[in-house]
C-alpha cells in the first residue's frame, strides 16, 4: 500500500484583493486537487485557508508516490500487420520499434470491432515530490486573475507581490522554486503582533501554529464566525441590533488576520439624514456595521473591526469617528440643498442628460414611460392621474446632489423628496419601486402605481433598445434587457396582471414613434420575453414540451398562460393523456399534410361508421360541455372533461378510414378531425406533448 504523509501549501503575499479572496482560495483548492488527481495521488479531506497575506491548503493523508501502471499502446490491425504469408508489415515493424520490441514480443488484442497488435509495459509511479512543484505552478497559473502584476526586478507575475512559500509533504520541504520564491517550512505570523517567521514542523499544525503565536486566524469561516460573534456580542452592550451584511462581513473577514471589534458613534443630529445615505456611507466607504435599536431606527453608533489587539482602542475608535465625520457632514448638506428644489424643478434638467443617441434624453423617457404607465393603470384599474405624474417625475432624483454623490440612493432619494414635496404616500413610494427588482431574487414593487411605473419603465426599454437594433447577443448585454425582461414577467405573474402583452408592447412602439427603426418590434420583444419566460418556469419544473403546448396557442396575458400550464400539467397526471396526446399529434399531421378545402361543417348524412358516428356525436355534447369553463378560464376542468374522447378517440382511429377515396367522405372526415383539433386547442396544443 502506498505511504501518505499531510502536504501542506502556503503563499505568501502582500495583501490580496478582499472582494477577491474567496474566489481565489476556492479555486486554488479545485485546480490542485484536480492536479493531484490527475497525477494519480490519492489524498484524504482538504482545508483551505485565506487570509489577506496567504493562501493555503491542508491536505490530508496525501500519497508519497504514484501508483505503479499497466499502459498498453495499440499497434496496427492485425490484417495489416501482416501479408498472406504471415510476414510482417513495414507498419508492424515500425509499431514495434517505437515500443523498443520485436513484432513476435507483441500481444494481440481482441475488440468487438476487430484485432490488434497491442505491447503491454509497466510505468514505475513517480514520487511526489517530483510532482507536486507542476502541480502547484499549473494551480497557481489558473487562478482566476484578470489582469496579474510584476514587482522588482522579478519576472514573477501574480495578483499581488509573492514573499514567501510553504511547501512540506510530511516533514520533508518540496524542492522547488515558484513565483521567484524557494519553497521552505516558514510561514509569517501577523505583520504587527507576530512580524517573525514562523517555522512549520508538521503541516497539521499549521493552523494551531499560526494562531498562536502567530496572531493569525487563517482558515475564512473559523474567523468569519469570530467577526460575527464579536458584533453580535459588542451591538449586544449598546443595547441595538447590527446590520451583518453578508456581503459586508466577507469582506472585512478578508480584510483582517486577527479582527477585534471597535465601537465607535457619530453627532445625533446627523440622523436627520435619510438613513440609507447613512448606512451606504458607513458600509460601502468605511466597511462599519449599522446599529439599529429596537425600533428598527438606526442608532448614532457603529462597530468597526481592526486588524489589531490595541492596548488603546479608543485611539481606534477616534479615528473611526473622525474619518466617517466629514462623510457625513457632506451628505447633510446635500440632503439640506435638495431639499430647496421639488422634484419637479429639475424636470426640464432632464433634457440634457442623454438615455440614449436615438431614444433621446432621460426627459423624453420619462414622459414616454408616464404615458405607458397611464395605460398600465387604466387597464388594471387603477389611479390613472397617478401612474402619469409618477411616470414624469420617477427620474428627477438623478438631478439632485445626494444621489450625485451617492449613486445607489436613487429611487430612495426619490422617495424621500417626494415626502418633502407633498406628493401622496403611493406616488412617493412608486419613486423607489421604479427600480424594482434590480437583481434576481430582489423585491417587487406593491403599490399599484409602482406596478405600473416599474413595469412601464421596463418594458420602454426592451422596445427601445429592440427598435434601434440592439437586442441582446450571446453574453453582450450592455442595457440589461434580460434583466428587464425577467423582473417585468416577475411583476406580471406575481400581481396576476391581466394585461394583454402584445397590446401592451405595441402601445410602447407606438409611444416611441419614429424614434425607432426596426420593423416588426414589438414581435421580436414578445418572442424574447416568451424565452425569459421560458426559462423562468423551466427553473419551477416545467417542461419544454409543456411550455411549447401552451405557447402555440397565443395566450393574451401571462396569468391566463400560468393557467393553462397548470391544466396541462394535472392534464397530463390522467391515464387518458399520452394516448390522446399522440392522437392529436396524428391528427395534425393528417390535416397538415391535406391540400383540399377542409369544409366549416360536418354533414351528418356523409357519416357512414359507427365510430365517427360516436365521436360526432361526444363531440357536439363535449363542446356545450366545456364551453362555459373555457370562457371562466377553468382550463384544468375542460381537460378533464375532454380525456372522456379518448375512448371515442381510438375507436375512430382503429375503424375508419380518414383518407378515404371518395372526395365527399374524406373531407367530411377531416372536418371533423379539425372540430377534434380545434377543441384542445382552446386550452393547449396537447400534440406537443408527444415525444
Not at 2 to 14: A, M, P
Not at 99 to 119: A, N, P, S
Given at each position: ?130 510532482l507536486l512543484p507542476l502541480i502547484a505552478e499549473n494551480a497557481l497559473n489558473r487562478l482566476p486573475i484578470p489582469k496579474r502584476m510584476r514587482w522588482g526586478d522579478s519576472d514573477a507575475q501574480f495578483v499581488r507581490p509573492v514573499h514567501w512559500l510553504l511547501f512540506k509533504l510530511g516533514t520533508e520541504i518540496i524542492p522547488c522554486r515558484l513565483l521567484d520564491v524557494d519553497a521552505g517550512e516558514l510561514s509569517h505570523g501577523h505583520r504587527f503582533h507576530h512580524p517573525a517567521a514562523l517555522t512549520i ?364 400550464i397548470r391544466a396541462v400539467q394535472s392534464f397530463l397526471q390522467l391515464p387518458e393523456a399520452l394516448s390522446l396526446a399522440a392522437a392529436n399529434k396524428r391528427i395534425r399531421n393528417i390535416l397538415r399534410k391535406s391540400t383540399e378545402d377542409i369544409p366549416a361543417a360536418v354533414d351528418t348524412r356523409l357519416l357512414q361508421d359507427p365510430a365517427e358516428k360516436t365521436l360526432f356525436t361526444q363531440l357536439q355534447a363535449m363542446q356545450a360541455r366545456v364551453k362555459p369553463l373555457l370562457a371562466a378560464g377553468n ?57
Open positions: 500500500m502506498t505511504d501518505s504523509r499531510d502536504l501542506v501549501f502556503e503563499l505568501g503575499t502582500e495583501e490580496l484583493p478582499p472582494v477577491a479572496l474567496k474566489k481565489l482560495s476556492a479555486a486554488l483548492e479545485q485546480e490542485f486537487i484536480t492536479g493531484l488527481d490527475q497525477a494519480g495521488l490519492r489524498h484524504g479531506e482538504v482545508t483551505r485557508y485565506a487570509a489577506p497575506r496567504r493562501l493555503a491548503l491542508l491536505i490530508k493523508d496525501c500519497a508519497t508516490r504514484q501508483p505503479d501502471r499497466q499502459l498498453e499502446k495499440r499497434g496496427p490491425a492485425v490484417q495489416a500487420a501482416f501479408d498472406n504469408d504471415g510476414n510482417p508489415s513495414k507498419a508492424a515493424e515500425g509499431f514495434a520499434r517505437s515500443c523498443g520490441t520485436t513484432v513476435d514480443q507483441l500481444d494481440r488484442l481482441k475488440t468487438d470491432k476487430g484485432e490488434w497488435l497491442m505491447y503491454q509495459v509497466e510505468e514505475k509511479g513517480k514520487p511526489a515530490t517530483e514542523d508538521e503541516p497539521a499544525s499549521y493552523a494551531d501554529v499560526l494562531e498562536t503565536p502567530g496572531k493569525v486566524i487563517a482558515h475564512f469561516d473559523t474567523r468569519r464566525d469570530n467577526i460575527k460573534t464579536q458584533v453580535e456580542k459588542v451591538a449586544e452592550t449598546l443595547g441595538g441590533k447590527a446590520d451583518i451584511d453578508a456581503a459586508l462581513l466577507d469582506e472585512v473577514t478578508a480584510l483582517n488576520e486577527w479582527p477585534v471589534a471597535i465601537t465607535g458613534s457619530f453627532e445625533e443630529k446627523y440622523l436627520a439624514v435619510p438613513a440609507e445615505a447613512l448606512i451606504l456611507t458607513m458600509k460601502k466607504n468605511q466597511k462599519y456595521f449599522p446599529l439599529f435599536d429596537a425600533d428598527g431606527q438606526l442608532m448614532n453608533h457603529f462597530i468597526t473591526i481592526a486588524n489589531i489587539d490595541s492596548p488603546k482602542p479608543e485611539v481606534i475608535s477616534e479615528g473611526n469617528e473622525r474619518v466617517i465625520r466629514p462623510r457625513l457632514a457632506d451628505a447633510m448638506f446635500f440632503w439640506e440643498q435638495d431639499g430647496k428644489h421639488r422634484l419637479e424643478d429639475h424636470l426640464e434638467s432632464l433634457k440634457s442628460v442623454i438615455f440614449q443617441q436615438q431614444l433621446g434624453s432621460m426627459y423624453d423617457k420619462s414622459m414616454r414611460v408616464a404615458t405607458l404607465a397611464a395605460w398600465i393603470a387604466e387597464q388594471t384599474g387603477t389611479d390613472v392621474r397617478l401612474a402619469t405624474r409618477a411616470g414624469m417625475l420617477s427620474r428627477c432624483d438623478l438631478m439632485t446632489h445626494m444621489v450625485g454623490e451617492f449613486a445607489d440612493m436613487q429611487g430612495i432619494m426619490g422617495r424621500y423628496q417626494a415626502l418633502r414635496d407633498g406628493e401622496p404616500e403611493e406616488l412617493a413610494q412608486a419613486m423607489e419601486e421604479f427600480y424594482q427588482p434590480r437583481y434576481s431574487g430582489d423585491r417587487l414593487p406593491q403599490t399599484p402605481t409602482g406596478i405600473a411605473l416599474s413595469l412601464a419603465e421596463k418594458i420602454d426599454t426592451l422596445c427601445g433598445i429592440f427598435g434601434i437594433g440592439m437586442k441582446p447577443t450571446g453574453d453582450k448585454d450592455p442595457f440589461a434587457l434580460r434583466r428587464s425582461a425577467l423582473g417585468a414577467l416577475r411583476i406580471v405573474r406575481k400581481h396576476s396582471l391581466t394585461l394583454d402583452i402584445r397590446e401592451l408592447l405595441e402601445n410602447s412602439v407606438a409611444a416611441l414613434q419614429d424614434r425607432i427603426q426596426e420593423e416588426h418590434t414589438a414581435d421580436a420583444v414578445h418572442a424574447f420575453l416568451m424565452e425569459r419566460l421560458k426559462v423562468l418556469l423551466a427553473d419551477e419544473g416545467v417542461s419544454t414540451q409543456l411550455f411549447a403546448s401552451v405557447s402555440a396557442v397565443q395566450p393574451r396575458t401571462i396569468p391566463d398562460l400560468d393557467a393553462r382550463y384544468q376542468a375542460a381537460l378533464k372533461a375532454l380525456a372522456g374522447l379518448r375512448t371515442a378517440v381510438d375507436q375512430f382511429f382503429d375503424d375508419v378510414m380518414v383518407m378515404a377515396e371518395e372526395d365527399d367522405l374524406r373531407r367530411n372526415r377531416l372536418a371533423l378531425l379539425k372540430q377534434l383539433s380545434a377543441l384542445f386547442l382552446q386550452v393547449a396544443d396537447i400534440s406537443s406533448l408527444q415525444q
